[in-house]
T-cell receptor, first 116, second 112 residues
Framework: GAGVSQTPSNKVTEKGKYVELRCDPISGHTALYWYRQSLGQGPEFLIYFQGTGAADDSGLPNDRFFAVRPEGSVSTLKIQRTERGDSAVYLCASSPQTGARSGELFFGEGSRLTVL | LAKTTQPISMDSYEGQEVNITCSHNNIATNDYITWYQQFPSQGPRFIIQGYKTKVTNEVASLFIPADRKSSTLSLPRVSLSDTAVYYC?????????????FGTGTQLKVEL
Protein backbone atom coordinates (compact mmCIF):
# COMPACT_ATOMS: atom_id res chain seq x y z
CA GLY A 1 0.00 0.00 0.00
CA ALA A 2 0.91 3.64 -0.20
CA GLY A 3 1.14 4.29 3.52
CA VAL A 4 2.07 2.65 6.79
CA SER A 5 -0.43 -0.03 7.69
CA GLN A 6 -1.11 -1.16 11.25
CA THR A 7 -3.21 -4.06 12.39
CA PRO A 8 -5.38 -4.53 14.28
CA SER A 9 -6.85 -1.05 14.45
CA ASN A 10 -8.50 -1.96 17.75
CA LYS A 11 -7.66 -4.67 20.23
CA VAL A 12 -9.45 -5.40 23.47
CA THR A 13 -7.86 -7.93 25.74
CA GLU A 14 -7.90 -9.05 29.33
CA LYS A 15 -5.24 -8.38 31.87
CA GLY A 16 -2.50 -10.97 31.73
CA LYS A 17 -2.99 -11.88 28.08
CA TYR A 18 -0.41 -11.74 25.29
CA VAL A 19 -0.83 -9.25 22.44
CA GLU A 20 0.85 -8.75 19.08
CA LEU A 21 0.57 -5.56 17.06
CA ARG A 22 1.73 -5.50 13.46
CA CYS A 23 3.23 -2.71 11.39
CA ASP A 24 3.71 -2.81 7.62
CA PRO A 25 5.91 0.16 6.68
CA ILE A 26 6.18 1.97 3.39
CA SER A 27 8.11 -0.17 0.94
CA GLY A 28 11.80 0.66 0.88
CA HIS A 29 11.85 2.56 4.17
CA THR A 30 14.77 1.34 6.23
CA ALA A 31 13.90 3.05 9.50
CA LEU A 32 10.92 1.98 11.60
CA TYR A 33 9.71 3.42 14.89
CA TRP A 34 7.20 2.36 17.50
CA TYR A 35 5.53 4.94 19.72
CA ARG A 36 2.87 4.75 22.40
CA GLN A 37 0.35 7.54 22.90
CA SER A 38 -1.91 7.94 25.88
CA LEU A 39 -4.94 10.21 25.85
CA GLY A 40 -3.95 13.87 25.87
CA GLN A 41 -0.24 13.15 25.59
CA GLY A 42 2.27 13.29 22.81
CA PRO A 43 3.62 10.06 21.34
CA GLU A 44 6.18 8.36 23.57
CA PHE A 45 9.15 6.69 21.87
CA LEU A 46 9.47 2.94 22.36
CA ILE A 47 11.93 1.48 19.86
CA TYR A 48 13.70 2.29 16.61
CA PHE A 49 14.82 -0.17 13.94
CA GLN A 50 17.37 0.46 11.25
CA GLY A 51 16.91 -2.46 8.91
CA THR A 52 16.48 -5.68 10.88
CA GLY A 53 18.23 -4.56 14.03
CA ALA A 54 16.90 -2.55 16.93
CA ALA A 55 19.16 0.50 16.90
CA ASP A 56 17.56 1.97 20.01
CA ASP A 57 15.18 0.13 22.33
CA SER A 58 15.66 2.42 25.30
CA GLY A 59 12.03 3.49 25.27
CA LEU A 60 10.58 0.05 25.97
CA PRO A 61 9.08 0.38 29.46
CA ASN A 62 10.00 -3.09 30.73
CA ASP A 63 10.80 -6.63 29.64
CA ARG A 64 7.16 -7.41 28.90
CA PHE A 65 7.56 -5.40 25.72
CA PHE A 66 9.49 -6.74 22.76
CA ALA A 67 9.61 -5.90 19.07
CA VAL A 68 11.03 -7.66 16.03
CA ARG A 69 11.61 -6.86 12.41
CA PRO A 70 13.12 -10.10 11.05
CA GLU A 71 13.30 -9.21 7.36
CA GLY A 72 13.75 -5.49 7.61
CA SER A 73 10.20 -4.73 6.59
CA VAL A 74 7.18 -5.77 8.69
CA SER A 75 7.56 -5.30 12.43
CA THR A 76 5.65 -6.83 15.31
CA LEU A 77 5.36 -5.30 18.77
CA LYS A 78 4.75 -7.98 21.36
CA ILE A 79 3.37 -7.35 24.83
CA GLN A 80 3.34 -10.13 27.39
CA ARG A 81 1.18 -10.32 30.51
CA THR A 82 -0.69 -7.16 29.60
CA GLU A 83 -1.63 -4.71 32.31
CA ARG A 84 -4.34 -2.07 32.38
CA GLY A 85 -1.64 0.60 32.20
CA ASP A 86 -0.64 -0.71 28.77
CA SER A 87 -3.88 0.66 27.34
CA ALA A 88 -2.95 3.26 24.73
CA VAL A 89 -2.66 3.84 21.01
CA TYR A 90 0.45 2.21 19.60
CA LEU A 91 1.79 4.10 16.61
CA CYS A 92 4.22 2.86 14.02
CA ALA A 93 6.20 5.12 11.70
CA SER A 94 8.70 4.56 8.93
CA SER A 95 11.26 6.77 7.26
CA PRO A 96 13.58 6.54 4.28
CA GLN A 97 16.29 7.87 6.60
CA THR A 98 18.09 9.59 3.78
CA GLY A 99 18.32 13.11 2.49
CA ALA A 100 17.71 16.46 4.08
CA ARG A 101 14.22 15.52 5.18
CA SER A 102 15.24 12.34 6.93
CA GLY A 103 13.33 13.57 9.95
CA GLU A 104 10.08 13.06 8.09
CA LEU A 105 8.34 10.13 9.68
CA PHE A 106 5.33 8.55 8.03
CA PHE A 107 2.91 7.34 10.67
CA GLY A 108 0.21 4.73 10.51
CA GLU A 109 -3.16 5.31 12.12
CA GLY A 110 -2.25 3.29 15.14
CA SER A 111 -3.52 0.27 17.01
CA ARG A 112 -5.73 1.11 19.96
CA LEU A 113 -5.11 -1.37 22.75
CA THR A 114 -7.54 -1.66 25.64
CA VAL A 115 -6.67 -3.93 28.53
CA LEU A 116 -9.64 -4.76 30.74
CA LEU B 1 17.78 15.55 23.39
CA ALA B 2 16.71 19.16 23.49
CA LYS B 3 13.68 19.77 25.69
CA THR B 4 10.93 21.73 23.99
CA THR B 5 8.26 24.01 25.42
CA GLN B 6 5.10 25.00 23.58
CA PRO B 7 1.84 26.68 24.59
CA ILE B 8 -0.75 24.13 25.58
CA SER B 9 -3.47 25.65 23.42
CA MET B 10 -4.28 28.45 21.00
CA ASP B 11 -7.51 29.75 19.51
CA SER B 12 -7.94 31.45 16.15
CA TYR B 13 -10.49 32.28 13.49
CA GLU B 14 -10.70 31.26 9.90
CA GLY B 15 -8.56 33.33 7.57
CA GLN B 16 -6.12 34.47 10.23
CA GLU B 17 -2.43 33.72 10.39
CA VAL B 18 -1.41 31.56 13.32
CA ASN B 19 2.08 31.51 14.81
CA ILE B 20 3.05 28.79 17.26
CA THR B 21 6.36 29.25 19.03
CA CYS B 22 8.50 26.48 20.44
CA SER B 23 11.33 27.09 22.90
CA HIS B 24 14.37 24.80 22.82
CA ASN B 25 17.09 26.50 24.82
CA ASN B 26 19.50 23.55 24.84
CA ILE B 27 19.39 22.79 21.14
CA ALA B 28 22.61 21.19 19.93
CA THR B 29 24.64 22.18 16.92
CA ASN B 30 23.51 19.22 14.81
CA ASP B 31 19.84 19.33 15.83
CA TYR B 32 17.10 19.95 13.29
CA ILE B 33 13.68 21.40 14.14
CA THR B 34 10.63 19.54 12.85
CA TRP B 35 6.91 20.19 13.22
CA TYR B 36 4.12 17.65 13.06
CA GLN B 37 0.33 17.95 12.96
CA GLN B 38 -2.00 15.39 14.49
CA PHE B 39 -5.74 14.98 14.06
CA PRO B 40 -7.81 12.84 16.43
CA SER B 41 -7.50 9.10 15.80
CA GLN B 42 -4.67 9.61 13.31
CA GLY B 43 -0.91 9.42 13.47
CA PRO B 44 1.12 12.63 13.37
CA ARG B 45 1.83 14.08 9.95
CA PHE B 46 5.01 15.89 8.95
CA ILE B 47 4.56 19.61 8.26
CA ILE B 48 7.98 21.19 7.90
CA GLN B 49 11.62 20.90 8.94
CA GLY B 50 14.42 23.41 9.19
CA TYR B 51 17.87 24.06 10.58
CA LYS B 52 18.21 27.85 10.50
CA THR B 53 16.69 31.04 9.08
CA LYS B 54 13.43 30.49 7.22
CA VAL B 55 11.88 27.54 5.46
CA THR B 56 8.65 27.69 3.49
CA ASN B 57 6.59 25.01 1.83
CA GLU B 58 3.11 24.77 0.43
CA VAL B 59 1.41 24.67 3.83
CA ALA B 60 3.57 26.52 6.35
CA SER B 61 6.64 28.57 7.13
CA LEU B 62 9.20 27.93 9.82
CA PHE B 63 11.16 30.83 11.28
CA ILE B 64 14.35 30.10 13.20
CA PRO B 65 16.38 32.95 14.73
CA ALA B 66 20.15 33.03 14.62
CA ASP B 67 20.60 31.55 18.11
CA ARG B 68 18.19 28.71 17.24
CA LYS B 69 16.84 28.63 20.78
CA SER B 70 13.31 28.97 19.55
CA SER B 71 11.33 28.46 16.39
CA THR B 72 7.97 29.64 15.10
CA LEU B 73 5.59 27.67 12.94
CA SER B 74 3.46 30.01 10.84
CA LEU B 75 0.20 28.82 9.30
CA PRO B 76 -1.20 31.36 6.83
CA ARG B 77 -4.96 31.87 6.59
CA VAL B 78 -6.05 28.96 8.75
CA SER B 79 -9.29 27.12 8.16
CA LEU B 80 -11.47 24.93 10.35
CA SER B 81 -9.58 21.90 9.05
CA ASP B 82 -6.38 23.18 10.67
CA THR B 83 -7.83 22.42 14.09
CA ALA B 84 -5.35 19.87 15.41
CA VAL B 85 -2.47 19.32 17.80
CA TYR B 86 0.91 20.64 16.63
CA TYR B 87 4.18 19.20 17.90
CA CYS B 88 7.67 20.67 17.78
CA UNK B 89 10.54 18.17 17.73
CA UNK B 90 14.22 18.91 18.05
CA UNK B 91 16.89 16.36 17.37
CA UNK B 92 19.39 14.82 15.07
CA UNK B 93 17.90 13.07 12.07
CA UNK B 94 20.94 11.55 10.46
CA UNK B 95 22.15 8.01 10.62
CA UNK B 96 21.24 5.74 13.47
CA UNK B 97 20.37 6.28 17.08
CA UNK B 98 17.52 8.69 16.47
CA UNK B 99 15.05 9.11 19.28
CA UNK B 100 12.46 11.57 18.11
CA UNK B 101 10.68 12.72 21.22
CA PHE B 102 7.33 14.47 21.13
CA GLY B 103 6.23 16.91 23.80
CA THR B 104 2.62 17.52 24.77
CA GLY B 105 2.04 19.76 21.76
CA THR B 106 -0.19 22.77 21.12
CA GLN B 107 -3.91 22.26 20.60
CA LEU B 108 -4.99 24.74 17.92
CA LYS B 109 -8.69 25.44 17.68
CA VAL B 110 -9.95 27.36 14.65
CA GLU B 111 -13.44 28.81 14.70
CA LEU B 112 -15.63 30.59 12.18
Amino acid sequence: GAGVSQTPSNKVTEKGKYVELRCDPISGHTALYWYRQSLGQGPEFLIYFQGTGAADDSGLPNDRFFAVRPEGSVSTLKIQRTERGDSAVYLCASSPQTGARSGELFFGEGSRLTVL
Amino acid sequence: LAKTTQPISMDSYEGQEVNITCSHNNIATNDYITWYQQFPSQGPRFIIQGYKTKVTNEVASLFIPADRKSSTLSLPRVSLSDTAVYYCLVGVFTGGGNKLTFGTGTQLKVEL
